[in-house]
């Protein structure tokens, strides 16, 4: 054989292993995927997950509405509130009700009402995106939860996706509800021990969907508050420079 096609035969073997390794990597094991299946079908259902457009919700003390049919997003705590374009980060910021000119400043806060945005919306409905592209699901076994109830338990990982794609997080399914009443997030993959376990708990109807809003663990009291998933809202929503009533 010519070096040339050695050459050939040995960068096709090459890039044949890649892509075995991308695939391997990307792949959810089949009981993981029909855990979550069922997550997805207790939850509302993925049409009515994709029908829900708005969302409105407090979290540590900011208040959001999120419209994800036209990629909206109002963020605000005390007298600072942004509203921004969830695909292009473009946006407006005002404080103190008169908007931010100074675009240094401007851009800076954009960028942390984006980034907000990802984490905030996770920590309401992180159950409906468990096979997001780049999402792998691992089924880990089966073990209780913090109070004792029995539980599936799945390992969520994700490849080139997010602002944090190190993360990992490990969720309990309960066994008779089908619903995560349970998580806890590693902030690298390779970390043995999770940074929090929190519960995932006291679910509600919100429009279609089932929403939790216990994040509480034995350490720390925490809830999600004021969460909303109305048909429509107000113009004023997304145009108000000052902070808003709750939906």
């Not at 349970?182 to 970390?191: E, I, P, S, T, V």
């Amino acid at each position: 054989m010519s070096y040339l096609k050695k050459t050939k035969a040995l960068l096709l073997l090459c890039l044949l292993m890649l892509q075995t390794v991308f695939v391997l990597a990307q792949t959810s094991d089949a009981k993981a995927k029909s855990i979550a299946d069922r997550v997805m079908k207790n939850m509302g259902g993925e049409k009515a997950w994709n029908d829900t457009r708005y969302l409105a919700w407090t979290f540590n003390n900011q208040y959001q509405v999120w419209d994800k049919h036209q990629n909206r997003f109002r963020w605000e705590k005390d007298s600072l509130v942004a509203v921004i374009d969830t695909q292009t980060k473009d946006g407006k910021v005002y404080v103190a009700g008169q908007e931010l000119q100074n675009p240094e400043e401007k851009q800076k806060l954009l960028e942390r009402a984006y980034a907000l945005w990802i984490n905030n919306s996770y920590w309401l409905v992180m159950p409906f995106k468990l096979q997001d592209p780049g999402v792998t699901l691992k089924y880990i076994g089966e073990e209780a939860t913090m109070d004792g109830a029995k539980a599936d338990v799945l390992e969520m990982t994700f490849e080139n996706v997010g602002l944090t794609p190190q993360n990992k997080y490990k969720l309990w399914v309960d066994k008779n509800d089908g619903l995560i009443t349970q998580w806890a997030f590693y902030r690298n993959y390779n970390d043995e021990q999770p940074a929090f376990t929190r519960f995932w708990n006291d679910y509600k109807t919100y429009g279609s969907i089932k929403l939790a809003s216990n994040r509480s663990n034995p350490q720390s009291d925490f809830r999600l508050m004021h969460i909303a998933a109305p048909a429509s809202v107000p113009d004023k929503v997304f145009n108000s420079p000052t902070p808003i009533e709750k939906l």
